[in-house]
């Protein structure tokens, strides 16, 4: 527990160099490759339709991916329940998409409360904290569509005066903090307070005290999620009956990383940062990427349901809540961009920047940039910048196809999470958002 920052980087680059075998290209990214240039002629035949660049909405790939996630915790769970983290991509249309699907829709916001109920939502949490005493309101307005996961005991009494006025019960859990470590200290409260705070509801004949909460993010595996199951294990073990029975859900969030792993740059991620602050960068893996490898679905799902089965349902038998917001979307939106300019043998601007996906991304990320119109299994090395006045409007450093040359369509695949939900006015309009 003592290692410190120097040894636990060292430690991922093993990691990292180990599983991908220091290839430029490993075969799983490969393989995501060939996939969608496939898929080519359909795209450009699809596109013919558009003005670049756009954002491509597939319906289909959602589809498919919120049914895989369901059936792999329902097929281990006797009693679960799902709803889409409306954050992880805010259009409308996949949430109304979702709600299709099956799925409630997690919100964490007054404005996305509203987005909820207009594309039909019937059952909606609404998590965060800080909401203000007008968001509470709306919660209380729709109270049957609407769980409001109670973020501290100040919004507790605050909830229970609008409740109050309004004469209306509402139905409530509330967040756990599940580090007590800097910055993730604001969600929630202290597991070891969960009996106080339900002596606090129980005093409102408005408040319905139901369930609890929490969140870890950036999941690769599901250490974090099942060390805190049993911490809610050992918590409702010393709680008083009323409070183990009230109980009827436990929500465990979502932050489940994508199968294909995180694909990073090594120069300015972590590792390759390290060596640079340490005068080492390795001139050989400068321009490289790695993944950091996340485990499937499956493998969550049989984890955390061995955890839930013997520290959770020994003390209730609740129903267990799922919020998965990355994992479900994130292949599902496509972005495409049109070549303007190759101006140096080694840079390509495009016409779309960094506002349609909000944030400098892909300066530390890293996804595959396809030429669909001179496709080729071959990665070379270029830079793809956007066309904004920024240094910061990079897409990638490498390019995969044949050639690129100006009016060329490239595609940035798998863009659904925390790509369009950022989006920002800045400079260049936003690309039209299309719907297949
Ligand atoms: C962000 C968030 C999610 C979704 O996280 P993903 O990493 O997109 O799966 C779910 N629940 C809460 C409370 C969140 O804050």
């Not at 203000?132 to 109270?143: F, G, V, W, Y």
């Not at 007590?180 to 509801?201: C, D, M, Q, S, V």
């Not at 929500?251 to 300015?268: A, S």
């Amino acid at each position: 527990m003592n290692k410190n920052r120097r040894e636990i980087l060292f430690e991922k680059i093993d990691n990292v160099f180990r599983e991908d075998n220091s290839e430029f290209q490993s075969e799983d990214l490969k393989n995501i490759v060939k996939k969608h240039f496939d898929k080519s002629s359909h795209y450009l035949g699809l596109l013919k339709k558009y003005q670049l660049p756009l954002y491509l909405f597939e319906t289909e790939i959602l589809r498919k991916k919120a049914a895989d996630f369901k059936n792999a915790f329902s097929s281990v769970l006797p009693n679960t329940c799902f709803y889409f983290a409306m954050k992880c991509n805010n259009h409308p249309e996949l949430s109304r998409a979702m709600v299709k699907n099956g799925y409630g829709i997690d919100v964490s916001s007054g404005v996305e409360l509203e987005t909820a109920l207009s594309v039909g939502a019937e059952d909606i949490v609404f998590s965060g904290p800080g909401k203000r005493e007008s968001e509470l309101l709306t919660a209380i307005l729709n109270a049957g569509k609407v769980r409001v996961l109670v973020d501290s005991f100040g919004e507790l009494e605050r909830l229970k005066k609008i409740a109050k006025a309004y004469k209306t019960e509402i139905r409530i859990g509330v967040r756990l903090t599940t580090n007590p470590n800097a910055l993730w200290r604001k969600f929630g409260i202290f597991p070891e307070r969960l009996e106080e705070f339900y002596n606090e509801t129980v005093k409102s004949k408005y408040i319905k005290f139901e369930g609890l909460q929490f969140h870890t993010s950036w999941n690769m595996n599901s250490d974090a999620q099942c060390e805190f199951l049993k911490k809610i294990g050992s918590v409702l073990e010393n709680a008083s009956d009323a409070c183990k029975k009230a109980v009827s859900f436990i929500d465990i969030g979502g932050g489940y990383w994508p199968e294909q792993g995180e694909w990073l740059h090594y120069e300015t991620t972590n590792v390759g940062m390290l060596e640079k602050s340490l005068d080492c960068l390795d001139p050989e893996k400068k321009n490289m990427h790695y993944i950091i490898p996340a485990k499937p679905i499956d493998f969550f799902a049989e984890e955390i349901s061995k955890v839930i089965k013997e520290h959770i349902f020994s003390k209730t038998e609740c129903r267990i809540c799922f919020e998965p917001g990355r994992w479900v979307c994130n292949d599902s939106v496509q972005i495409f961009v049109s070549v303007v300019d190759v101006k140096e043998p080694d840079i390509a601007i495009v016409d779309a920047g960094i506002n349609t996906i909000g944030w400098d991304r892909f300066e530390y990320d890293y996804f595959p940039v396809l030429n669909l119109t001179r496709p080729a299994m071959s990665e070379k090395r270029f830079n793809i910048l956007g066309s904004l006045c920024t240094p910061h409007d990079v897409w990638g450093y490498s390019y995969w196809g044949e050639d690129i040359k100006a009016g060329d369509v490239l595609m940035i695949p798998m863009q659904g999470a925390y790509t369009y939900s950022l989006r920002q006015n800045f400079i260049k309009p936003i690309p039209d958002f299309v719907i297949v």
